[in-house]
């Protein structure tokens, strides 16, 4: 969510109904609004700032601590009450509602102050841990990579060292900001600003920093692609081009994948609509100058577990060729739940590289499933596994995993799942019929 200030324009108008506006608010965009202005429509337009207590409510009833001194009949202060609207708008748990007439400058003054005062942040905030919100990413006509971040904590100065999502840490080189409608350099950022990055390792949805300080469903959760199809360069020649074409442009946009067949080696491509396949396919003609030929897409289905099942294959054991053996439980999940993956190995036995390429071949499997389509909503289990010191090696492991995969998918058995998408659709009422 972001923090938002709702500004209803235009109030000069005839026949404006501000109850109707907001019962609309709370309809179609939230019901933790609150009104900051009392306004008389005639024989003039008049706005005065609320301040009768009765009409904090929204305030008062949010802060355990003001309410027990509301009960108290303690004297609350409007600057407090300020603060907290303040706090709690940079929370999205509030949203102010102010209103005017832009092109008469009727309430813009107002407006600009209550901006000023919820989101430019004290010197205090200034100083505090970093963090930030990969956005967007995107390529320059030379082929530069930039990331788009959202500061929301803590300043970024340029040289500094940073965490990337607690795994990793990265060094800021390089760093612009948007100012006054161009693109300029910078040696620091603060609160509230947008950072561009020149930097190869960030990707989408990344977080720099302290992940607790990001807002409230900062993350977009994208869905799944619905439909797949094959795409081949009309020159077998530009086969290399398109390849880093469409790594470019998966690397740019969360709802595009693409892969490699290892039996056919044919290119697949997985996005969301035709549509989507429409501007791909513009892209790849206009800028990277490839044309391409695809076939007609077909759905992307996902398989279930049906019920728990278990496989374990032994080390010399015919026709077992690997110096592993590798003991694998599936438990169905509720749909929705995704996949889960879980090791009852010990570390002490069975070392970390060997554990990864466990995993490794479990994820392999995932994707192939019994006829060919990903495996979702189950947890798999690791519970047993031998190796011989000094043969095996962790691609032995890693061969094998799939293999007892597979074979404890057929005993579970799999359900075909099929993509549906649930939207709201809001109409007027006069044409609901049509909407149906």
Not at 146 to 172: A, F, N, V
Request: proline share 6%.
């Amino acid at each position: 969510d972001i923090p938002t200030i709702i500004f209803i324009n235009k109030i000069d108008q005839n026949g404006i109904d501000l109850r109707r506006v907001y019962q609309s608010i709370k309809d179609k965009l939230t019901s933790d609004m609150i009104v900051m202005q009392e306004v008389s429509l005639s024989p003039k337009i008049t706005m005065t700032d609320i301040s009768d207590l009765d009409k904090w409510d929204m305030i008062i009833s949010g802060s355990d601590e003001l309410l027990e001194r509301y009960v108290a009949e303690d004297s609350l202060d409007i600057q407090e009450l300020q603060y907290e609207k303040c706090k709690r708008t940079r929370c999205c748990s509030l949203f102010p509602v102010y209103h005017g007439s832009a092109k008469d400058n009727l309430g813009t003054e107002k407006l600009i102050e209550a901006i000023i005062e919820t989101f430019i942040t004290e010197t205090d905030d200034i100083q505090s841990e970093l963090c930030g919100y990969v956005f967007k990413v995107e390529y320059t006509e030379r082929k530069k990579r930039l990331s788009y971040l959202r500061l929301y904590h803590g300043t970024l100065h340029l040289r500094d060292t940073l965490l990337l999502s607690k795994k990793e840490k990265i060094k800021i080189t390089e760093m612009c900001i948007p100012s006054n409608g161009e693109i300029v350099p910078a040696d620091h950022a603060c609160p509230g600003e947008i950072v561009i990055l020149a930097d190869d390792t960030l990707k989408l949805n990344d977080i720099l920093g302290n992940e607790k300080l990001l807002p409230h469903k900062t993350r977009i959760d994208n869905p799944m692609p619905l439909l797949r199809t094959t795409v081949e360069p009309q020159k077998p020649e530009q086969r290399e081009a398109l390849l880093n074409a469409l790594a470019e442009i998966a690397d740019t946009d969360p709802l595009l994948h693409f892969d490699i067949d290892t039996v056919t080696h044919e290119i697949m491509l997985s996005f969301l609509g035709k549509v989507q396949l429409e501007v791909i396919c513009s892209l790849l003609e206009e800028k990277y100058h490839v044309g391409v030929a695809m076939k007609e897409p077909s759905v992307i289905y996902l398989e279930r577990p049906q019920k728990k099942a278990s496989c374990t294959i032994h080390i010399e054991v015919p026709p077992n060729p690997f110096w592993a053996s590798i003991g694998l439980t599936v438990t169905p999940l509720p749909v929705g739940s995704g996949t889960q993956y879980k090791s009852e190995v010990s570390l002490g036995y069975l070392n970390q590289s060997f554990q990864n390429a466990v995993m490794e071949g479990v994820r392999y499997g995932m994707e192939q499933g019994l006829y060919g389509w990903g495996v979702t909503d189950c947890q798999i289990c690791f519970d047993y596994g031998v190796y011989y010191s000094p043969v095996s090696t962790p691609a032995d492991f890693r061969f094998l995993a799939p293999v007892v995969l597979e074979q404890a998918l057929k005993k579970a058995g799999t359900q075909l799942l099929e993509p549906y998408l649930s939207f709201t659709l809001f109409a007027p009422q006069e044409y609901l019929s049509r909407a149906y």
